[in-house]
């Protein structure tokens, strides 16, 4: 051993190695050698059980709780709500920056105004049955995409009802569609 290496630090070795590139059995010898791999292993299942006790709250001082839960239900609806309709919209356009277009253009503007017209013209708080706002009004988005226009009265089940019936609505008319035409 020379006065720059120690038997725990491996950067002067390292650095030989990237400076010649030639000989790349240096580095796995040091990695070998050092025991980086089982270093880098440990280290990362270490952190990995020590988020999931914070996840589950099994490493703080409050005690775990299962209040909330239904959110990720609602959370999972709202995704795959968004989803289908983004699909039905590529289904029908079959062009891909189009369909982005469409689906942000009927996300943001349609779909809002839409219910909006049906709400105050048509039959009030029917407009909160549109394919996005039902999945959107079970659960509060934090930010700008959140509930901007009004709350409702309304259980959050017949929303949740309202959204899957939208969900399985584009769903087979994305089946009937993809087989009876040419792709």
């Given at each position: ?8 630090s ?25 025991h ?16 999931i006790?914070k ?57 809002n ?7 105050n013209k048509?039959l ?13 009004q079970l659960i ?23 959204a ?20």
């Amino acid at each position: 051993m020379n006065g720059t290496d120690t038997p725990f630090s491996p950067v002067p070795k390292l650095l030989a190695v990237i400076m010649d590139r030639a000989e790349i059995h240096k580095l796995e010898d040091i990695l070998v050698e050092k025991h980086v791999l089982l270093h880098f292993m440990f280290s990362a299942m270490g952190t990995a059980s020590s988020e999931i006790l914070k996840a589950f709250g099994l490493s703080g001082t409050e005690p775990f709780s299962w209040s909330g839960v239904e959110y990720l239900g609602y959370f999972f609806v709202r995704a795959l709500s968004y989803m289908s309709v983004a699909l039905v919209i590529v289904m029908l356009l079959r062009r891909s920056g189009v369909s982005i277009g469409i689906y942000f253009l009927y996300l943001f503007i349609v779909e809002n105004l839409l219910g909006l017209i049906i709400n105050n013209k048509i039959l009030e708080e029917a407009g909160n049955f549109l394919p996005l706002r039902s999945s959107g009004q079970l659960i509060d988005a934090p930010g700008l995409f959140g509930k901007v226009l009004d709350t409702t009265d309304i259980e959050p089940v017949y929303f949740l009802l309202a959204a899957l019936l939208w969900i399985a609505a584009c769903l087979l008319f994305c089946k009937y569609r993809f087989q009876k035409s040419d792709l």
